[in-house]
T-cell receptor, first 112, second 113 residues
């Protein structure tokens, strides 16, 4: 039972354009959502998060949008840079333990 | 402020041996989580610990796996009698009590031969 889904295994974008990564979830008890970036052979790096009481959070080039009614969130990166090329994981948490439930990741390739 | 530290980074064990993975959380963080990433899959929660207590081990296999976070020293994930299917990357994450964000270590890559 995959509670957090990233339906696009990969995405290719030109440098300078916008990258949009999508994530869907099924459990309405999730109340906090996070995006992580991961390079091969390294641990995930925290990027940005959003609480379920908000619908948008912005940090520099990164913006996360949350649509609770659709159980959908997205990460926008603008402008995209070659150094953004990595696997991006969406994660959700809820309940007392705050354990993270991860999606399967989207490999972003930013072409120079 | 040093990040989450894990050692060893790579560990090779023969079937039937024990594997011990260590995690030192970020300074000031008392909440530790272990996750496992099998080949071609996402990260899966295993266990959540606070100092000297296991809070949630719902993601741990029932046999051969155990975890601890003693009052002094790092958190340890122990796998007894390893099998080939235990080959994976094991990540530790920590957070402080007032936030949701978890910060990850570089991982330990376990290979069982």
């Amino acid at each position: 039972d995959q509670q957090v889904k990233q339906n696009s295994p990969s995405l290719s974008v030109q440098e300078g354009r916008i990258s949009i990564l999508n994530c869907d979830y099924t459990n309405s008890m999730f109340d906090y959502f996070l995006w992580y970036k991961k390079y091969p052979a390294e641990g995930p790096t925290f990027l940005i998060s959003i609480s379920s009481i908000k619908d948008k959070n912005e940090d520099g080039r990164f913006t996360v949008f949350l649509n609770k009614s659709a159980k959908h969130l997205s990460l926008h990166i603008v402008p995209s840079q070659p150094g953004d090329s990595a696997v991006y994981f969406c994660a959700a948490s809820g309940g007392a333990t705050n354990k993270l439930i991860f999606g399967t990741g989207t490999l972003l390739a930013v072409q120079p | 402020n040093a990040g989450v530290m894990q050692n060893p980074r790579h560990l090779v064990r023969r079937r039937g041996q024990e594997a011990r993975l260590r995690c030192s959380p970020m300074k000031g963080h008392s909440h530790v989580y272990w996750y496992r990433q099998l080949p071609e899959e996402g990260l899966k929660f295993m266990v959540y610990l606070q100092k000297e207590n296991i809070i949630d081990e719902s993601g741990m296999p029932k046999e051969r796996f155990s975890a601890e976070f003693p009052k002094e020293g790092p958190s340890i994930l122990r796998i007894q009698q390893v099998v080939r299917g235990d080959s994976a990357a094991y990540f530790c994450a920590s957070r402080d009590g007032g936030s949701y964000e978890q910060y990850f270590g570089p991982g330990t890559r376990l290979t069982v031969t």
